[in-house]
């Protein structure tokens, strides 16, 4: 009986033993901002070019989409360097693990739409069907 005891105890030490030595699933320390812009006869030739953090300018072009990998926390999606137009800077919030979609377009009458879009999972679909500008 002393013997079964021993050889439980240590199959449980060297199972336990196997387990400290894996890894533990690493949790994602950023997050992912996607500016996306449908494809439009609106504005068709123009480049829309957004800046993130007010850092370098990035043109998004019709039908594509930009994939940026930030850190955590507030961002500000804005299009600084545009002739004529201001700032319309726009706060982002992004966890680790993450994904938010910013919608990026412009229509005759409205203008541009530049803001996070109002139906995530709907971005997202949207988003999966346009190239990659990055």
């Given at each position: ?9 240590a ?111 709907q ?12």
């Amino acid at each position: 009986m002393r013997s079964y005891f021993l050889t439980v105890a240590a199959f449980l030490c060297f199972a336990a033993s196997v387990n400290a030595g894996q890894p533990a699933k690493e949790e994602s320390k950023t997050g992912t901002i996607i500016v996306y812009r449908p494809f439009s006869t609106n504005g068709f030739f123009a480049g829309f070019s957004f800046n993130i953090d007010h850092g370098s300018a990035m043109k998004v072009s019709n039908g594509c989409y930009y994939l940026l990998t930030v850190s955590p926390g507030d961002h500000v999606i804005s299009h600084d360097h545009i002739f004529l137009a201001g700032q319309d800077p726009q706060k982002v919030q992004v966890a680790a693990g993450q994904t938010v979609y910013f919608l990026y377009t412009f229509y005759p009458i409205m203008g541009q739409i530049f803001e996070v879009a109002s139906d995530q999972a709907q971005a997202k679909e949207t988003a999966s069907k346009l190239k990659a500008q990055n």
